[in-house]
């Protein structure tokens, strides 16, 4: 057996769970207690201060640099409390993670005596060298200065001996570097639109809030193992590997129990995140062997993508402890079910409405139709934009395959409303509506609760999908930052809603009556956007085929699919809204563009290695053992009594010998297409080159390994294998 892969295994069977310090007490006692929540703020800050946080969360309100000093001030003291010597502004550049630079409160009087300060102009203001983030040419070299501001809406929290400030990142020239700055401005955005929307039904609505709630899925792999995979460590996926004999297809691991080890690693992170006042609510198995998911109860957007992101963090550092590593990679194994992340959305008023639900008379109904008709809208005209937030070089690899749907949108809404929205385009006239007609339609919408009520049925295969009172979007990948899609998904929501409104202002400023207005754009928005529902099998061929005829859009190239963040229709959502300026977002292809390339880039040559320093003299010195073999043959046996006994081994040594020739002509092909893309000047045309001529050598070389892992002695196979990477308890 190879070194690696025997210490690996060696190191495996000594792992026991760890001991988990459970706090004292009830969940309730400890919870929040790392965050400065009004609770901790009410013992450090006075009534007035408190009132300017809330009046600038509520209100949008700015923050005096007096009030910073004080909130500073306090701030500093609750952390030292709790045994911080650091702070750091916590922000999420456009990577797969989180930023931080962490500095001491340490700070000198005049007389050089050491004191520890932290002031409000710290608190509220950063300028951390912005050279080293992803910028798609924002940044001159020249002016490598960004800054980073307070989100005064997401309260600071403390990891270890650091006191962590959520902020925004942005250029010296006020562009947006990171996800928080278009996700704020987007969420606004809706809750504008929306509030004015829900003004023809209730005036006391003055603020629409977003709520997403998130389901993380992951794979844990034991530590000894993942080292022993160069793929894992350096792409996240296995770029090599058969299939294990055993693999789902028994179905016996989704929600089955939780193997101990794995157990304490949850109980861990959980105990971690009720500190930081994260709700988690559910664990469990998921449908892969290792594979499990977790999530909260839903929360405000922009807390809940904060969350979500300290999350996965917290994760691949609890993991550790528990000597396993996380993987958030969207595809890990091949032929096995990959992991999403799927993002629940919500919108919800100020007066305690959830305009996704029912409500409970005729007006409240018709709220409730009002949205979710402008919601088939919405995703029905930025199908392409809707795409571009979710395709990356990993999500790629998921979308499509038998587990997730692939790159075509539709939206499931169930039996119930979908005969609702029959009855609707049907009984909507296009005369001018009698008293009775409207009598009728509005109790017909009255009924809509009874009608959800039994409404049970949960479509697996959708995108995005309707669960009785959210939407349920499901396309989004594992390692993504939730904002990515949250970004489009409520600027197109908020684009489509100021459309409605238009559209029904002018209808009534031409005479008509608000409600019938209002029914006839429903109508229109119901016939237009038909197309876009789907309760079907959305895995299925047939589905594919289906969607071609309705003319939905399917791309799977992924800078292609990226490119449509610039078609017209998208450009005017995004810029409309002022989420994006037109440079922000020609930026912001640049750099998924990159993103793109790097990865491909990353996966070709660690793939290029291992198959010429691992495989190929693996291969080879199999090959010489067969070689040996049949030499001694000779010796022993007469020609013709060799030939008839050892024909297979013969064979075998050809066919490894033609693996061997293919994966070397491979691998010196993909190399001269790297070249050739990496030549190109244009961040875009690598981008392409690399999904055209370098991403499909991966699969073709991985074809040729995973056919000699088949054949090749298991005691010197290199790398650890799926059965033993995904069956470690
Ligand atoms: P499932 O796996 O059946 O889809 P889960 O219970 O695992 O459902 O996760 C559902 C997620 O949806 C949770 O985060 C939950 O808090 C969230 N959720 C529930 N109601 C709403 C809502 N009105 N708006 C947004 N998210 C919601
Ligand atoms: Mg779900």
């Known amino acids: 057996m190879s070194k690696f892969r025997f210490i690996a295994l060696q190191e495996l069977s000594s792992r026991k769970p760890l001991e988990v310090n459970v706090p004292k007490g009830d969940i309730a006692d400890y919870y929040g207690c790392h965050v400065f929540n009004k609770k901790n703020m009410q013992k450090y800050l006075s009534d007035t201060t408190i009132e300017a946080i809330k009046d600038a969360v509520d209100k949008g309100r700015s923050i005096s640099i007096e009030e910073a000093d004080l909130i500073a ?7 030292k409390d709790n045994g911080v010597t650091h702070y750091t502004h916590w922000f999420q550049p456009l990577t797969d993670g989180t930023a931080e630079k962490h500095d001491s409160f340490i700070d000198f009087a005049q007389d050089g005596t050491p004191i520890e300060r932290f002031s409000g102009k710290v608190l509220v203001q950063q300028e951390p060298d912005a050279s080293s983030f992803p910028s798609g040419g924002l940044r001159n070299t020249f002016e490598a200065r960004g800054y980073t501001a307070w989100d005064v809406s997401s309260p600071a929290f403390i990891v270890d001996d650091t006191l962590c400030i959520p902020t925004v990142f942005i250029s010296y020239t006020g562009d947006a570097l990171d996800y928080k700055t ?7 955005a809706v809750d504008k639109a929306a509030t004015a929307v829900c003004q023809y039904f209730d005036k006391n609505i003055e603020k629409v809030s977003v709520n997403l709630g998130w389901e993380q899925e992951y794979f844990l792999i034991d530590s000894a193992l993942y080292q022993a995979r160069p793929d894992l460590c350096l792409t996240g996926r296995t770029l090599m590997g058969h299939s294990s004999a055993k693999d789902q297809q028994l179905d016996d691991h989704y929600f089955g129990s939780i193997p101990s080890r794995v157990t304490s690693f949850m109980k861990d992170l959980e105990i971690e995140c009720y500190k930081l006042g994260i709700p988690l609510k559910t664990r469990h198995n998921e449908v892969a062997p290792n594979q499990f998911e977790l999530a909260p109860v839903y929360e405000e957007a922009n807390l809940a993508n904060d969350h979500n992101q300290l999350v996965m963090d917290l994760m691949k550092r609890i993991a550790l402890k528990h000597n396993f590593n996380v993987l958030f990679h969207e595809k890990p194994f091949q032929n096995i079910n990959g ?5 629940n959305w919500s919108l919800s008023t100020n007066t305690g409405i959830n305009l996704f639900a029912p409500g409970k008379s005729p007006k409240g109904n018709m709220l409730f139709l009002t949205f979710i008709v402008n919601v088939l809208m919405m995703v029905f005209k930025n199908q392409d934009l809707i795409r571009a937030s979710i395709m990356t070089a990993t999500n790629n690899r998921r ?18 409303l979908t005969n609702m929205l029959d009855k609707l385009e049907k009984e909507v006239s296009n005369e001018k509506m009698t008293a009775e007609e409207k009598t009728a339609l509005k109790l017909g919408i009255g009924r809509i609760p009874e009608i959800l009520l039994d409404n049970t049925d949960r479509n697996r295969t959708s995108p995005f ?44 400023a031409g005479g008509m009556n608000k409600d019938e207005a209002i029914f006839r754009e429903i109508k229109l928005l119901i016939k237009k956007s038909r197309s876009i529902c789907f309760e079907g099998d959305g895995y299925s061929k047939q589905w594919e085929q289906e969607a071609e005829k309705r003319h939905l859009t399917n791309i799977n190239n992924v800078p292609e699919a990226i490119l449509k963040y610039e078609s017209p229709s998208s450009v005017e959502v995004l810029t409309r809204e002022g989420i994006f300026s037109e440079r922000e977002l020609e930026s912001r292809v640049d750099v998924e563009m990159e993103k793109y390339t790097k990865k491909i880039q990353i996966e070709s040559r660690v793939l290029g290695d291992l198959t010429i320093n691992h495989i190929v003299p693996t291969a080879v010195s199999y090959q010489n053992r067969l070689l040996d073999n049949l030499v001694k043959m000779k010796q022993i046996f007469d020609e013709k009594e060799c030939e008839k006994l050892s024909y297979k081994r013969r064979n075998l040594v050809i066919e490894i010998g ?20 990496n030549n190109l000047n244009n961040v875009r045309d690598k981008a392409f080159a690399y999904s055209e001529k370098v991403n499909p050598y991966l699969d073709k070389i991985r074809e040729h390994i995973d056919a000699l892992e088949m054949e090749i002695d298991n005691e010197i196979w290199p790398l650890p294998k799926y059965r033993e990477l995904l069956f470690t308890k």
């Not at 001030?73 to 952390?79: F, I, T």
């Not at 908020?494 to 459309?499: G, P, R, S």
């Open 399 to 416: 979308l499509g395959a038998n587990e997730a749907p692939p790159a075509i949108l539709s939206i499931f809404l169930g039996k119930s």
């Open 182 to 188: 278009p996700m704020l401005k987007a969420l606004l």
């Open 465 to 508: 999908a309707f669960t009785g009172n959210r939407f349920e979007f499901r396309a989004a990948g594992s390692s993504a930052n939730c904002a990515a899609s949250m970004i489009v998904i409520n600027a197109a929501m908020a684009h489509q809603l100021n459309e409605f409104k238009k559209n029904v202002d002018e209808m009534i």
């Open 73 to 79: 001030n306090g701030m500093k003291s609750w952390a």
């Open 658 to 677: 033609e693996h061997i020739d293919a994966l070397k002509e491979m691998v010196e092909e993909m190399t001269e297409a790297r070249k050739y893309a």
């Open 339 to 343: 992991s999403g992340k799927h993002n």
